[in-house]
C-alpha cells in the first residue's frame, strides 16, 4: 500500500526540487514509512529517497510506502525489474502473488524479494496487459518503460485503489488524489461544472472519469492506460474487464448457496495475507460480520482479532446490540467510537481537505473516526464489508428493480405478491419502491413528467444561468427496463454510481491514518458469480435481501443475524447534529460567503435555508451538500472561470 505520483513529458525538462517535495509531503499520509524517487533521462537514471538539485529528465516517478507485504528494503519503490528495463511504482495488494510467483519462478523468472510488487512487475514483463486478468487484487500501479520511453497505468475492476491524472503543456501527470497533482502549475483548480450540478443537486460524485476539478480526470475501474511522450494530449483508456450481467447460471438454490460459501470463505482467506496485524471493521450488519466471523474460523484462535465500530448516540440508528452479539461468539477485542457534534465541528475542514472532494453525508466522518480508532489501536490492516449491499441487493432501493423484472417478463400477478410481501419488510415504504420505479413508465411519459419537474431538477438555490452556459442540461435520461433490471441496476451501482462513491470515501479515511482496507466481496469472480444467478435468489420473493448469502452463512454467522430484515447502513443523526449547529451552518452559508461560489444562487440558498431553519422547509441531505460544497470551494481555493 503507498501513494504514487508522477509526471512524463515528450521533452527533457528541469523538475524544480519543491515540487516533488511538494507532491512528497501531500502523499506521506499514504506512505508514511519510506519514500522513493526515480527520475528519468535517456542520458541518465537517477533512483533515492529525495530529488537531487538541477534535476532534468522525461519521466518523474514518486512513492511513498505503507509496508505490508515483504517488511524489508527488498519491497521499496520505484522497484527496476532485473535488467533495468522497467520501474514500477504500486499501490495496493496482489492476494493471489504467490500463486503467481509460483508460475513465473516455473517459467524461470527469478525472485529477489517476497514483495508483490515484484510478482507484478514480472507478470507484465511475461505477459503484458494480459498479466490484468491475472490479478486478484486491489491496485493501481504506474510501469515506466525506459526502452519504449513509454507509461503503462492500471487500476482494478472496481476502482478500489485510485488514480488520477491530468493533461497539459506536453505533459501527463498522475496521483493517488487531486490535490497532489494541484501542486502542478499547469494544472488548474477550475471546477467541472456537471459535476458540480450532480453533486449539488442529487449528492453523486466518483461518477465516470470526471472530478470536480475540471482539468483532472480519473482512470476509470477496469481500465488500463498507454501513454507515450508523442501523444500525451490525448490518452486514450482501454478497458480490460466488464461486469457482466447477461449469463445464467443453472444452480439450485443450496448449490448456489454451497458455492457462494466456497467462493466467500477463499476470498477471505486471501484477504488475510498479510506480515503486518489485521483487523475488521464491524457495523452488526450481515455483511461486516460474516467476514469476523469468516477470519475467525479460517485462522481460529491464533488470531488476534480486533474490530472497530462507530456508535451513534441516536438509539434509532445504533447496531450496538448486533456488534456485541458478534464480537462476544467470535471472542474478538472490540473497539468503540462515539463521535458528537463537536467532535465533526472540530474536524470537519481536516475531513474535507483530506476526501479532496465533495462527500455525500457526515456517516464519512463517523468513518474517518473508526480508521482514527484503528490507527491508535496499532492496527494497518482491516477488512471491511464494503460492496456487499451492491451485489446482494441490500439497498431498500433494490426492490423496485427486482419488481420491474417481473413486470418486464409479463408475471404481472407475480411483481404484485412480491409488492404486498415486500411492504412487510421493516422499513419499507410504498412511496420510496414507485419513486425507484419511475422507469416503468413510457419514454413520453417519463419525458413529460421530466418536463413538469423540471424547477425541481434546477432549484432556485442553484444559478440557473451560469449553468447553462456552461451546458449542463438537468432534464433526466430515460432509463431503459430489461428483463433483468435487478441484475442490471446492481451491475450500475456496482460500476458507475454508489460503489465508486463508496470506495472513494473510504480509501481517503482509511489512507487518512495510514490504513490499508481491503474489501474481500470486491473480486471479478465473485461478482460475477452473483450477478449470473436468478434474482430471486439474491433479493427472494418476500423482499428479503441477500437471500443466498444468508443461506450460504448458516452455520458461520448466529442465526439472530441471518434472520434480520432491518436495515440501519452507516447513519449518523446528521440532523441533529447540524440542526443544533445552525449558528455554524448559517455562518457558513452566509450571503458573503455563498455569493463566491457561482454554481450557488446567494439569494434562493438563502431564502431555502431560512425555510428550513424556522422549520418550515424539510431538512434534508441539500444542507450538508451545500455546507460540504462551500467550504471545499474555500478550501481548495476553486476557480468557476
Known sequence: MCGLAGVISRESERFAPHLARSMLKSLRHRGPDDQGILLFSPERTYLGRDIPANAEGTALLIHTRLAIIDLAETGWQPMASPDGRFYIVFNGEIYNYLELRKELAELGHPFRSRSDTEVLLAAYQK???????????????????????????????????????????????????????????????????????????????????????????????????????????????LAYWDLECDRDLELSFDEAAAQLRDMFLKNVELHLRSDVPVGATLSGGIDSSAIVMAMRL?????????????????????????????????????????????????????????????????????????FAQVRSAGIKVTLGGQGADEMLGGYRIYLAARMLSLIRRGQWWEAGRFLRKALRQPGVELKTILLNAGAILPGPVQLAAGSLLERRFMPPWLDAAWFARRGVDPRPRRKRVSPRALREKLAVALRETSLPMLLRYEDRNSMGFSVENRVPFLTPALAGFVLSLPEDYIIAADGTSKSVFRKALVGIVPDRILERRDKIGFATPERDWLGSSSDWVAGVLSQRRVARVRPLSPTGLQDEWSRIRSRRGRFDSRVWQWVNFVRWCELFDVTFE
Not at 487531486?178 to 502549475?185: E, N, Q, W, Y
Not at 465516470?208 to 482512470?219: E, N, P, R, V, Y
Open 127 to 237: 505477459w503484458g496487459s494480459k498479466a490484468l486478468q491475472r490479478l486478484t487484487g486491489m491496485f493501481a500501479f504506474a510501469i515506466l518503460d525506459t526502452h519504449g520511453r513509454s507509461l503503462f497505468l492500471a487500476r482494478d475492476p472496481f476502482g478500489i485503489k485510485p488514480l488520477y491524472y491530468g493533461v497539459g503543456s506536453g505533459r501527463f501527470a498522475f496521483a493517488s488524489e487531486p490535490r497532489v497533482l494541484l501542486a502542478l502549475p499547469w494544472i488548474s483548480r477550475g471546477v467541472d461544472a456537471e459535476r458540480a450540478y450532480r453533486y449539488l443537486r442529487h449528492g453523486t460524485t466518483d461518477c465516470g472519469s470526471k472530478t470536480l476539478f475540471a482539468d483532472i480526470q480519473q482512470l476509470p475501474p477496469g481500465h488500463y492506460l498507454d501513454v507515450r511522450p508523442d501523444q500525451v494530449a490525448e490518452p486514450r483508456p
Open 298 to 370: 479460517i485462522q481460529g484462535q491464533r488470531l488476534d482479532l480486533h474490530t472497530f465500530s462507530f456508535i451513534p448516540d441516536d438509539p434509532r440508528l445504533s447496531e450496538e446490540p448486533w456488534i456485541d452479539l458478534i464480537t462476544r461468539v467470535a471472542q474478538a477485542q472490540v473497539h468503540k467510537i462515539r463521535p458528537t457534534r463537536e467532535h465533526l465541528l472540530a474536524d470537519v475542514d481536516h475531513l474535507i481537505w483530506l476526501q479532496g472532494e465533495p462527500f455525500g453525508s457526515t456517516s464519512i466522518y463517523a468513518q474517518h473516526c473508526v
